[in-house]
Each structure stands twice: as C-alpha cells, then as structure tokens.
C-alpha cells in the first residue's frame, strides 16, 4: 500500500433546485467580480443562465461574461479568458457547464494568477503558482472536473491536447443538480459514462499493492455507472439514476479511487487525447473506442487485476482460469459499451485511421508521455502504434 | 433520494512517517501560538509527542502543552484548555492522540473562538459561531472525529455526554500514519473497530429512500472493517490491516456514507452515551452491547434495509424470507462482535444495570433527544426503557 494525500476541498451542493444558491455562495466569497463562463448553447437555450444572472443580481454580484466554451476546450479561448479577466478585475471564476467548460475556467484562472503564457503548465515548461478560485454549476456527468485538480486543454496550433493537474485549482464549490443532465442526448449521457468509468478504471489498473477498501469503492462506483446509465438510455428523466451517475462522476475523479494505490496507469486517457486532437470526437466515446485494445495488449502484466475486475465489476463467474477470466472481463465490457451505443473501434465512429495518423499520434503521445506510458506495461511508442492499429 | 451538501475540507496526510510533516504543515498555516493538547499517556511514552515537539521546534513554532484528556473527554479539562488559550493567545490547536483528544480540542476551539460558556453549545442553548482550527495526528481509528463536524464532551456535573456538530469544527488537516497504531491493546483496536461500523450503521439503517452508491460504499467500509479488524487481533503489526481500518474510520464519519440519505437513525449512539456517562466504558464497547437490541426492537419498520444488511455485510444467504434473513444478520453481527472479544450485552462488561439505572439513562436521553430518538422507528421514553432492558 502507498502512501497518499486526499485533499478535496470543493463545497458540493447536491440535489433539486441547488443552482438556485449561486448568488449567495458566491456573495460569501467577498470577490469583486465574477467571469461567467460558459459553452455555446445549451445552458443559454435551457434557461439556466438566466437563472444564474438572476441569483447573482440579486446578491448585487458584478460579472462579466464569456461563453463559446467548446468540447475540448481551446487555448485561444482561454487566451481571451485571461485577456479579459485582467481588463476587468475579476477575481472569481464561475463555469456553467460541463469538464470542458470547467477545464476552461482553471486554465483562465491559472493564467490570470500565475502570469505569463498559460500554454507553459500544459507544456511542461513550468509549474503554475497560483490560479484564481473557480466554481461551476455542472451540467454534465462525465470529466469530474467539479472536484478535481485536472484541466485538459487542446492548443489549436498543432491541435495538441495536454492535461495539466495542480491542487490549486481545486474548485471552491460545485453546485450539482441532476435535473439539469435529463435533457443530455443519449450519446453524449452514454460518452460521460464512459468517462466517469474511466476515471475509475485507469486508477483501478495500476501496478502497486492495492487498498481493499479503495478497490471495493471503485468496483461500487462501476457497478452503479454501469447500471444506471442503462436505465437512462431508456429513461432519460429517471432523476435517482440521473443522480447515481452524477456523484459516481465526482467521486470517481476526487481523489478517492487512488487512495493507497500508485496513482493508476492513464494510458488509455493519454492515447485518447491524441486522438481526440486529431479528430473533434466526445472524449468517453474515444476512451471506449480504445481501452479494449489497450486491455488485451498489457492484460498479461497483471491477469489477477484484470480477473478481479471481470468477477467483481463485469459479474463474469468466478474460480475459472485466470487469463481466460480476464479476457472474458475485457469482452463483456465491449459488450456493455456497445448496448448503450458507444463504439469498442475507432472505425464505429466512422474514423478511418490511416498508418500515417496512427504515426503521428504515437509521436505526440509519446513526446507528451515525456517517456514510456503507464504502469501496467509502460508503453513505448512501438507499443502504442500496436494498440491504435488493434483499435483501428 | 434527499438533497445534501457534501463538505470535506480535511487534508489528510495519510502513510508511513507522516507526522514528520506536522511542523511544515502547520508553519504554512501562519499561526501565531499553538495548543498541544494530548491524552494521559501513551503518545508520551512512545516518544511520539517527543518527535512532534521536535518538528515544531524545527520550524521555529512557539506552542504550550495541555495532556491529561480520558476517554469520554471531560469539561472540567475543556474549561481549562479555554482559559489557557485565551492567557497564551494560542490561535491552532494540534490534538495528538484518539478521537477523545480531538473532540476535546475542538470544544477547546468553540469555547476560544465562539466566547461564553462552551457547554451551551453541547446543552442545545445556541450555536458556535466561530472556531479555532483544529488539526491532529491521530493515534487510534475509531472515533472519526478527524474528518468530521461532531464532537462529544461528558460534563462531570451530572455525568452528562453531549455531542454537537458544526461544520466550523471540521479538522483543517489530519496525519494519519497506521504504524502508530500498532501498539493498541486488542480490546481498543475492537472497540474502535466498533465504533468505525456503528458510524457507518447509524447512517445506513435510515428511513429514506437511499442512493445505491451510498448504500455500496457503506458496505465496502462494514466489509472492510469487518474482515481487517479479525486479522489484527491475530496480528496486531499487520500494516495493511491497520491502514484499512484507519482509513475506514475517516470515511465512515466525514460525511461520505450519508450522501442522499436523510442522515441516518442515531438510536444507538444516543443510547449509549448515557450508558458511556454513567459508566466510564469504552464507547465502542458500549455501542456493541446495545446495538442488536435495537436492532431487533426496530427491525419491523424495514425488515427489507435489515436483509440488505445481513446479504450484502454479513454474508447471509439472500433469497429467503425476509424477517428471518433480517434477523439472522442481526444474529451474525452478535457472533462477530464475540469474535473480536466485545459484548452484545451491557452485563458482559460487567455491569448489572439496575432498574433505576435504566429509568435514569431513558430520561436523560429522551430530554438529549429532545423529543423522540431516531428515525426508523423514532423512540419514546419507554422503547428505551425496552431497548435497555434487552441489552441488560
């Protein structure tokens, strides 16, 4: 068992009507003025950000507005983000949105604080020092950004899409109501499913001594995923499964599922995110599309993990041989995966992946990686060239 | 599923030599004088007080010392720590030692921060305003206290043993090394391991309609503990072991196991904290010798919580009828509970209770209550005296 901190700070306020506290969380925060941060539809369409501006004009709250927060949110956005943060003064960051909208919001928030190009903590070149406080209203259950220290953003230049973790950006609040995920469409419920799994999945396979404990709740936060995103595939407004799936997003991303554990492997995130540069697809989708080949390429490092997994998480019968245990595991996942209509192959997404591509995105990924990826088996980049071709 | 606010500002610390960050952690905390406050024992002797002194010092830290907390700590000892905080302008207060000498530091910090008398706040005459921060290394898994908002002092006036839970008392961070636990007496480590399944318990048997993935972690934590705690009373130095149960025992009482639930019952605890003031027993000793009376008095209001329970913790098998699967998990965790040497009777711990007794402890909780006591089956007055006299 590893030694580890758990350090999640973010006030959660859970249930019907929660956005209805905004103006007066934020008022107890003695900011001057507030960024409204935002996608390009949804929230304006639905309402909700008219309610919002409404709590806040009545708590007297000043704000400034930016949306147009895309999925997988853009550099040159949170450029403008900065840019504008600094003419106006704010001092207090509100994403009304989903991970990409949050992602946004600490890349601003970094960028306003620490000074200089934001684009360094992203690439590498140096640690942030500071980053504003930031707090969202969440509208999607899938990245977990509402409590986690994590940020991904993708650098148009190149279309570079790199993670960024620093407990700095801890939000200071997420306000959490499921009603406002019942008008989700079904793909993008299902792909942040599959994200929250993931999540909990490449903390899950890891190559340390484990914690029961922490394996037992990750097992539950899977178990209860996958059961009821089912149930919302058929009944979108079921609000107890909206539920379900929105606090197993925060807890599989807090901290929680990594607790005695050597931090996970993160391959399959990391070889998605080339992927997701390189084409504008829902990030859970690209996650299903590749993890299956990523777990039959490495399953042979740790088959008892991967046995476990299948038993406890996939309902595969126990006490049979190890490897085929494991690899029946790996199967019903894909089978699972493709009942609530995500793909297990890139080419489900009517991608056709050419040599080229695949060369490409094994380079960037193995340059981002700075080095082999991962801890079940660390990938070098001739490794994850055979796991995009078997995901192709 | 109810609403709820999920607040763990904690930063735990948790691993081997961990509480050789305490000076660093609490020199970033810009404090101007720090309260040591500690038990009447063991933290001395094992030289673990010697170290902390020693990362104090380290860092330039000026601090003063009050020991001498007991089990069921006391008020006399609280008034005390109030008035030499106020005389020496301590601003932190760093509890080492069990959940008795964090409760007691943070009645210390309301009585500091919040003025007047601090019993009122345990006596129902007003709210706590104000806190001071509260930090500790714990030395014993049980209580919970080092995540929580609750507290419970035992006011030699009377004998009273009042909890009170505010929000302002949460610990700013928690040093949770399972080394320093090793040393316990089995009889502690069972009754701690008690008290760790009554937290989880008390919330778990509820009225509410529950959230699956409140229900699953709360019998991940009963399952964990369970199976741990009977290896260390085979091998008390078992590191794993003593690093599940630790780490049980923060998430079973910070908040996590009563996300979407009404909060849970409490009968229990209450019911043994006039057992524990009038009797100086260990209080997860006491918690065991009542519980499967209450259990078995209430269990007709949800025979259907109480089967979940036995299948799904204590491994009865599912499918039968419900009232006898019921009733046989209630049966199983008094077999269990005499596996790791603690009573399911208030007699085997060598109390004979008499009827006075009983009246006497039924009056006291019914006015702590104010009103009747818990939520499966909310108890008058006389279901206590019932209650008390199945534990006898």
Chains 1, 2 share one sequence.
């Not at 890891?206 to 059961?227: A, F, H, P, W, Y």
């Amino acid at each position: 068992m590893e030694n580890f901190v758990f350090n999640t700070p973010t006030k959660v306020i859970f249930g019907k009507g929660a956005e209805n506290q905004v103006g007066a969380l934020i008022k107890a925060q003695n900011c001057k003025k507030v960024l409204l941060h935002y996608g390009s539809g949804s929230a304006k369409r639905s309402g909700l950000l008219d309610r919002i501006t409404a709590s806040l004009q009545a708590q007297g709250i000043d704000f400034v507005e930016l949306g147009g927060v895309v999925p997988n949110p853009r550099l040159s956005l949170v450029y403008e983000g900065v840019a504008l943060c600094k003419k106006e003064g704010v001092d207090f960051i509100l994403a009304v949105g989903g991970g990409s909208v949050i992602d946004s919001a600490k890349a601003i928030g970094y960028g306003v604080a620490s000074g200089g190009d934001v684009w360094d903590f992203y690439n590498f070149k140096r640690e942030a020092t500071a980053c504003l406080p930031v707090a969202s209203v969440l509208t999607i259950a899938a990245a977990g950004s509402e409590m986690s220290d994590a940020s991904v953003i993708t650098n148009e230049d190149g279309w570079i899409k790199r993670g960024y973790s620093n407990e700095l950006s801890r939000p200071v609040f997420a306000i959490m109501n499921p009603e406002l995920t019942m008008t989700l469409p079904a793909y993008q419920t299902a792909s942040g499913c599959v994200d929250i799994m993931m999540h909990t999945m490449e903390r899950y396979f890891n190559k340390s001594d484990n914690m029961e404990l922490t394996d037992g709740i990750s097992e539950v936060i899977l178990r209860t995923v996958k059961k009821n995103v089912a149930i919302l595939m058929q009944e979108p407004e079921n609000y107890n499964a909206r539920a379900e799936v929105m606090w197993a997003g925060s807890l599989s991303h807090n901290g929680l599922t990594e607790c005695g554990t050597d931090g996970g492997d993160w391959a399959t995130h990391k070889l998605e995110h080339e992927l997701g540069g390189l084409f504008d697809i829902a990030h859970g989708a690209g996650l299903a599309a590749i993890w299956s080949s990523w777990a039959r390429y490495v399953y042979r490092e740790r088959p008892q993990r991967f046995a476990q997994f299948a038993v406890n998480v996939m309902g595969i019968a126990p006490g049979g041989d190890t490897d085929k245990t494991a690899l029946a595991g790996i199967a019903a996942m894909e089978d699972f995966y493709h009942s609530i209509d995500m793909p297990t192959r890139v080419s489900e997404m009517g991608i056709t992946l050419t040599d080229a591509q695949i060369e490409e995105m094994a380079e960037k990924c193995y340059t981002s990686a700075q080095g082999p990826l991962g801890v079940v088996k660390p990938l070098e980049k001739a490794d994850m060239i055979a796991i995009y071709s078997a995901a192709r």
